[in-house]
């Protein structure tokens, strides 16, 4: 401290010196010129819904979807299996839940439903496709509002397929189509089926849309040891039965679970859709805790990597201005005369 307080004089002088000596004063370094703080803030949450496959049961994505628009986390991805591809394609075209619900209470369930006496299918969904696509106005999946992949089974291999371009209504007929209860559908040379056999609740597809935190809506059924009422029940409790174990392996890559108790819905019953709907709100409530956590958690961590990114770019930036100064500057810095490379390190 006192070699320093000795030296601001000896500085003073050798500085009125050199300027006496010089018709121009040295200017600071380019990288003196203060630079603006961190003003940017990290890159929002994107929040996906994988929402799953069950029939009847779907109405509850409605409510799920109206909850979380309610507290701030509308889904930015939507990726749909079966009921879920119904759902999640008419909300990535824009509509939000409320709208949904009207949609739900004022459909017939006889304007889907395209009966056929056929080996390959007793329904033969084009009615479905046909009503999904009046819906989005036509509009082609990558056309959608918001991005939206579904889910089929191709039938010849078995393989995941995953559609996010082309005809949406087609393509959630295809997601939709339960095997042995409707036909399969022929896209190209290949014929596709329900994609619950391969991803009945598709978080790895939300996830390869570009979501940060995949909230997955299972609707499943579950076997209770009972037997199905019906044929649809028989061939829908088959298929959970097939894809349960695989189902229940996705599952566990999603951030959160919402599982809206709906297993006493039948999976043809259209009569209880406002209580699924109506469940999905309470579970997606209940989820909303983990939810709120998870997304704050996510925010936190990018706040501070941005801070540190922030931090270590002034710091190589304070390195390179002591650096690059003159001579001049160095002695003027060393009298504590010389503040430029200090306001270029300032938080």
Same mark, same amino acid.
């Given at each position: 401290?006192?070699?320093?307080?000795?030296?601001?004089?000896?500085?003073?002088?050798?500085?009125?010196?050199?300027?006496?000596?010089?018709?121009?004063?040295?200017?600071?370094?380019?990288?003196?010129?203060?630079?603006?703080?961190?003003?940017?803030?990290?890159?929002?949450?994107?929040?996906?819904?994988?929402?799953?496959?069950?029939?009847?049961? *779907?109405?509850?994505?409605?409510?799920?979807?109206?909850?979380?628009?309610?507290?701030?986390?509308?889904?930015?991805?939507?990726?749909?299996?079966?009921?879920?591809?119904?759902?999640?394609?008419?909300?990535?075209?824009?509509?939000?839940?409320?709208?949904?619900?009207?949609?739900?209470?004022?459909?017939?369930?006889?304007?889907?439903?395209?009966?056929?006496? /056929?080996?390959?299918?007793?329904?033969?969904?084009?009615?479905?496709?046909?009503?999904?696509?009046?819906?989005?106005?036509?509009?082609?999946?990558?056309?959608?509002?918001?991005?939206?992949?579904?889910?089929?089974?191709?039938?010849?291999?078995?393989?995941?397929?995953?559609?996010?371009?082309?005809?949406?209504?087609?393509?959630?007929?295809?997601?939709? /189509?339960?095997?042995?209860?409707?036909?399969?559908?022929?896209?190209?040379?290949?014929?596709?089926?329900?994609?619950?056999?391969? /991803?009945?609740?598709?978080?790895?597809?939300?996830?390869?849309? *570009?979501?940060?935190?995949?909230?997955?809506?299972?609707?499943?059924?579950?076997?209770?040891?009972?037997?199905? $009422?019906?044929?649809?029940?028989?061939?829908?409790?088959?298929?959970?039965?097939?894809?349960?174990?695989?189902?229940?392996?996705?599952?566990?890559?999603?951030?959160?679970?919402?599982?809206?108790?709906?297993?006493?819905?039948?999976?043809?019953?259209?009569?209880?859709?406002?209580?699924?709907?109506?469940?999905?709100?309470?579970?997606?409530?209940?989820?909303?805790?983990?939810?709120?956590?998870?997304?704050?958690?996510?925010? =936190?961590?990018?706040?501070?990597?941005?801070?540190?990114?922030?931090?270590?770019?002034?710091?190589?930036?304070?390195?390179?201005?002591?650096?690059?100064? /003159?001579?001049?500057?160095?002695?003027? $810095?060393? =009298?504590?005369?010389?503040? =430029?490379?200090?306001?270029?390190?300032?938080?």
């Amino acid at each position: 401290m006192r070699v320093t307080a000795l030296l601001r004089p000896v500085a003073g002088v050798v500085l009125l010196s050199l300027a006496a000596c010089s018709s121009t004063v040295p200017s600071s370094p380019s990288t003196a010129t203060p630079t603006p703080t961190t003003s940017a803030s990290a890159a929002p949450v994107r929040i996906g819904v994988a929402l799953g496959g069950g029939a009847a049961k *779907g109405f509850a994505h409605i409510g799920v979807l109206k909850m979380l628009e309610a507290n701030g986390f509308a889904p930015d991805v939507i990726a749909g299996t079966s009921a879920g591809s119904v759902v999640g394609a008419l909300y990535a075209s824009g509509m939000n839940a409320f709208e949904l619900q009207e949609k739900s209470v004022a459909l017939d369930e006889s304007s889907l439903r395209d009966l056929q006496w /056929s080996t390959s299918g007793l329904v033969k969904g084009q009615k479905l496709q046909d009503y999904v696509n009046a819906q989005v106005q036509n509009q082609p999946i990558e056309k959608l509002k918001k991005p939206f992949v579904a889910i089929s089974t191709r039938l010849e291999d078995g393989k995941r397929t995953v559609f996010a371009r082309g005809n949406t209504g087609q393509a959630v007929r295809a997601s939709s /189509s339960i095997p042995g209860v409707f036909e399969p559908v022929r896209i190209g040379a290949q014929h596709y089926v329900d994609g619950g056999v391969v /991803s009945p609740v598709p978080v790895d597809a939300a996830r390869e849309l *570009g979501a940060d935190i995949v909230i997955a809506v299972d609707i499943s059924d579950k076997p209770r040891g009972q037997k199905p $009422g019906n044929l649809l029940g028989t061939m829908s409790q088959s298929l959970t039965i097939m894809g349960h174990q695989l189902g229940q392996a996705e599952l566990t890559r999603a951030d959160i679970t919402v599982r809206p108790k709906v297993l006493d819905i039948g999976p043809s019953d259209f009569s209880q859709r406002t209580q699924a709907i109506v469940e999905g709100e309470k579970a997606a409530l209940a989820a909303m805790p983990q939810i709120r956590a998870k997304v704050a958690q996510l925010q =936190a961590q990018r706040a501070q990597a941005l801070q540190l990114a922030h931090d270590q770019a002034e710091q190589e930036r304070l390195r390179t201005c002591l650096q690059q100064r /003159s001579h001049l500057q160095k002695v003027a $810095g060393l =009298a504590g005369l010389d503040h =430029a490379c200090v306001t270029v390190a300032k938080p």
